[in-house]
């Protein structure tokens, strides 16, 4: 179970000019030498000015840090990487937070240093409330990639799973607090790490030193800095074993590094791997048998930012958490915030009966951020609203509606990605030459070392996808004029269905949910339905838009068809060879697959980002985030069970047939 950060961010004391946590009663840094500290304690301390240097041009290099505090250490590696590698390399940062500083207040501890000024505006300008869970950032055009890790450190380290190059041992003092420093955090330093990781901290305590020691690091002490006697420099001389895991879980590793990607695809899916891509560094070519991106279920004019989290940690709570905080830094950087394009209006998740009541309580009684996810009564949420509510519950301050096809033509319109319209794909062959021939239905190729297929149900056509349960899933809104009595509402309202305010002078109210229904078609009963539901939902609002006056049958509308899965849960990863699995694993036991250390028979640079259904503004940037780490060989900001949940080739898997003698994987093992 993931500890839950604070309900409000932690406030900041200023005593001489340093930043002092409320909590512990410590300094983040000291004013007068915390960025000559963080530079000589943690950069020369890793050698990092030299072996940035160093790489070759399209090499990355991973950092993790076990405290990110205000980013000041993070800032400092960002800037010596830019300043020290070669242009086309990366840099990929890891870090853990269990209380991330409010915007106000980071930006009063990073702006005493304006010699980070560039580094710190990016930061600000990406930065919001964050909830439990992993949250990817990118910075200077992908060159640069952070990925946050808020909560409990001893908890999110058991999740992660990747190699560090280099270590930053950070937090505060283990007099303050004692988690950072202990043997459990130190076992997961040691297990993420291999021969010759190294590692830095300003911390010298002996029990920091006995603990590093037993963990497989080397240390030895050096000069301070400042007030700081001394410091600790090591490196990692025997790794702790990673736990047991089923080979096909582990992520493949890439030959070569790939330059050249195509995605099947131009709904959101698809652009935002292209747009993920693209930003890794590859040539991104996307193939859409549409003549324009964002026909289909990415094409409504307004699509609400819902996410309907569990008050249990589910995979799909998780992914979609986490989703929409990625959905909400891409879409601040990537559109105006005008009412257009998007907005950031949030929605009011209305508990409108006592099951919905109960639900909204269990939710509203976690630990969530305030600005993130907050309770209100009926009283703040027709404030919040601008129309009369008859009923509370959950107001999700970072949430809202998207204009879908600006939103894809904006990831489209990245340098790196070209489009292809009317382009239909037919099949999909391994290259005699290595990576991917891609055959279109007018007789031409295209070739790629990475392809994703991205473009819904139709990915069932090709050989590799053939087998996967996905299933269409209809769904209608309803587009209605608004009046001048419903234009004051202002923010979104979610229960059964949603209703948005009005877009170009029109309300969107929807969605129906018709499992195995590939209908394409509008459907003057579906319009009762949503009208109906807005009634239950918001009685002002309905008497507002005069719909007992209107004939269902002249209400305007759009349908579309989503694609599942039968856990509800996206495809997205990379693609296993399905015969290969079985005929490789089949009948042994699961202890036997687990030490099992050969790759699994993966298709080499083949992933899938699919099954999104009515959620797929809020996952797929997130999902493109993996998809892009996996194909470059970078940490995936997905935590381990996550990952496990939405992997492409988890029914196949649970498919296999064991020996009687070993328990079969549980349906749920890997949510």
Avoid at 33 to 58: C, I, K, T, W, Y
Avoid at 352 to 368: E, S
Avoid at 589 to 611: C, I, K, M, N, Y
Wanted: with cysteine.
């Amino acid at each position: 179970m993931i500890t839950a950060p604070p309900r409000d961010p932690p406030r900041l004391d200023w005593v001489d000019g340093q930043p002092v946590s409320r909590a512990c009663g410590d300094v983040y840094f000291s004013r007068d030498g915390g960025l000559d500290q963080a530079r000589e304690v943690f950069v020369a301390g890793n050698d990092l000015r030299a072996r940035f240097a160093a790489m070759s041009p399209h090499a990355r290099f991973h950092i993790a840090e076990t405290g990110f505090g205000t980013g000041l250490a993070f800032l400092c590696a960002w800037q010596t990487f830019v300043g020290h590698a070669p242009a086309t390399a990366r840099l990929d940062f890891t870090s853990t937070e269990i209380a991330p500083l409010a915007t106000d207040e980071l930006a009063a501890a990073l702006g005493l240093f304006p010699e980070l000024a560039r580094e710190t505006q990016a930061l600000l300008a990406a930065w919001s409330a964050l909830p439990t869970g992993t949250h990817p950032f990118t910075f200077d055009g992908g060159r640069v990639r952070l990925m946050l890790w808020v909560g409990d450190a001893r908890d999110t380290l058991v999740d992660a799973r990747f190699v560090a190059d280099a270590w930053f041992l950070d937090g505060f003092a283990p007099s303050a607090d004692a988690t950072l420093w202990d043997a459990a955090t130190f076992a997961h330093v040691s297990r993420l790490s291999r021969v010759g990781t190294t590692c830095a901290t300003w911390c010298v305590a002996g029990d920091v030193r006995r603990g590093l020691a037993t963990a497989g690091f080397e240390v030895e002490r050096l000069p301070g800095f400042g007030r700081k006697r001394e410091r600790l420099r090591g490196i990692c001389r025997q790794p702790a074993a990673a736990a047991p895991m089923l080979p096909w879980r582990r992520a493949p590793v890439p030959a070569r590094a790939p330059r050249t990607a195509v995605v099947v695809g131009a709904g959101i899916a698809g652009a935002t791997c292209a747009h993920a891509l693209a930003q890794a560094g590859l040539a991104v070519r996307v193939l859409e048998r549409a003549p324009r991106p964002a026909t289909g279920a990415s094409g409504h004019a307004v699509a609400a930012l819902h996410i309907r989290p569990s008050a249990h940690a589910t995979a799909l709570t998780r992914l979609a958490v986490a989703g929409l905080a990625t959905t909400w830094r891409s879409l601040r950087t990537q559109l105006p915030d005008d009412g257009v394009a998007w907005s950031s209006c949030g929605l009011l998740a209305l508990a409108t009966d006592a099951d919905a009541r109960t639900r909204a309580a269990a939710l509203a009684a976690q630990a969530w951020p305030r600005a993130f996810l907050r309770a209100v009564d009926a009283a703040e949420a027709s404030a919040l609203a601008g129309l009369p509510l008859a009923h509370g519950g959950l107001f999700h301050a970072q949430a809202g509606w998207v204009h879908g096809p600006a939103w894809i033509a904006a990831l489209l319109a990245h340098p790196a990605v070209q489009v292809e319209v009317a382009c239909g794909v037919v099949r999909i062959d391994a290259a005699v030459d290595g990576g991917w021939c891609v055959a279109l239905a007018s007789g031409d190729t295209r070739q790629a070392d990475v392809v994703v297929i991205a473009n819904a149900l139709d990915a069932a056509t090709f050989a590799p996808a053939a087998a996967w349960p996905l299933a269409p899933l209809r769904g209608q809104v309803t587009h209605v004029v608004a009046t001048p009595a419903s234009a004051p509402l202002r923010t979104v309202l979610c229960g059964e269905r949603y209703a948005t305010p009005a877009r170009a002078g029109t309300h969107v109210v929807g969605a129906t949910f018709d499992a195995r229904d590939a209908g394409g078609d509008v459907r003057a009963a579906d319009h009762v339905r949503n009208v109906e539901a807005l009634r239950a939902l918001a009685p002002a609002l309905h008497a507002a838009l005069a719909l007992d006056d209107r004939d269902a049958a002249t209400l305007d509308g759009r349908a579309a068809v989503r694609c599942v899965t039968p856990d509800h849960l996206p495809m997205v990863g990379a693609v296993l060879d399905r015969a290969a699995l079985h005929a490789r694993y089949g009948g042994r036991p699961r202890t036997a697959l687990e030490r099992d250390s050969a790759p699994a028979p993966w298709h080499p640079g083949l992933f899938v980002s699919v099954a999104h259904g009515g959620r797929g503004f809020v996952t797929a940037a997130l999902a493109a985030d993996h998809v892009a780490a996996l194909a470059v060989g970078a940490p995936t900001a997905l935590p381990e069970p996550v990952a496990a949940a939405v992997d492409p080739n988890r029914f196949d898997a649970r498919g296999l047939k064991q020996r009687r003698a070993v328990p079969a994987a549980r349906d749920d093992e890997a949510r």
